[in-house]
């Protein structure tokens, strides 16, 4: 049995659009600012954290979590507190690229201990069109930035601020569904159970 990390409402959108059956647990683990880490090592650390603390919940399968950042001229942009805060950021993003990293996790467990173990990271590249003030505003009247890191739904295809893209579309709402497929074999559990443990999204 395979125990995916997080209860994201676009992960589990993806998972349902793959057709994947799911529950869902909640881990215990919070991510913190770990200086000096690339952007890839920190979101495959955040991911094996977050599988880590779901380890006493699980005797014999394998755990699948994941974390997922937006990143833009050497940091890490979170969700914004505040409308103010949220127009500050997207008046950065607008009319340049940035890059959505997503970490992935897989721990496979008998008798509670660890047997195997992978880690792997994906880069999303993402150019926000060109926006004005009012722009903006008019946009945060059809989706609330406040719980999405980089303040904007990559997945809102009604509202789509997005204007071109390289690489992997799931990754960059917040789970690599194409890469993922590639590691989860038979020896790491059926691909088709999946327990999803609750952890915060850095990126929504």
Same mark, same amino acid.
């Given at each position: ?8 409402? *676009?992960? /589990? ?11 869902? @647990? %909640? ?10 880490? %690339? ?8 991911? @094996? ?7 006493? @919940?699980? /005797? ?8 997922? &950042? ?6 890490? !942009?979170? /969700? ?7 127009? *500050?950021?997207?008046?950065?993003? #607008?009319?340049? $690229? ?13 008798? =509670? #201990?660890? !047997?195997?173990? /992978? ?34 739904? &990559?997945?809102?295809? #009604? ?5 071109? @893209? ?7 709402? =917040? ?7 590639? $590691?989860?074999?038979?020896?790491? =559990? ?9 952890? *915060?999204?850095?990126?929504?």
């Amino acid at each position: 049995m395979i125990y995916l990390v997080s209860t994201s409402p *676009r992960r /589990k959108k993806l998972l349902r659009e793959a057709g994947i059956r799911f529950r869902v @647990l %909640r881990p215990y683990y919070h991510e913190k600012d770990v200086p000096g880490l %690339r952007p890839a090592a920190l979101v495959k650390r955040h991911a @094996l954290e977050k599988a880590k603390s779901a380890q006493p @919940l699980v /005797k014999n399968g394998t755990l699948l979590s994941a974390d997922t &950042i937006v990143y833009f001229k050497g940091g890490v !942009i979170g /969700k914004p507190r505040n409308i103010k805060e949220a127009v *500050r950021i997207l008046s950065k993003l #607008q009319g340049r $690229w940035h890059a959505v990293y997503t970490g992935v996790a897989l721990l496979k467990l008998s008798a =509670g #201990q660890i !047997i195997k173990k /992978k880690l792997f990271s994906e880069k999303t590249g993402v150019f926000i069109k060109k926006m004005s003030p009012a722009d903006i505003y008019s946009y945060f009247r059809k989706i609330s930035p406040l719980d999405k890191a980089g303040a904007y739904a &990559i997945q809102s295809r #009604q509202s789509s601020i997005v204007e071109k @893209l390289k690489g992997s579309f799931s990754n960059a709402v =917040g789970l690599p569904i194409e890469e993922l497929k590639r $590691w989860v074999t038979p020896s790491f =559990g059926p691909w088709f159970y999946l327990l999803i443990i609750y952890a *915060r999204l850095n990126y929504s």
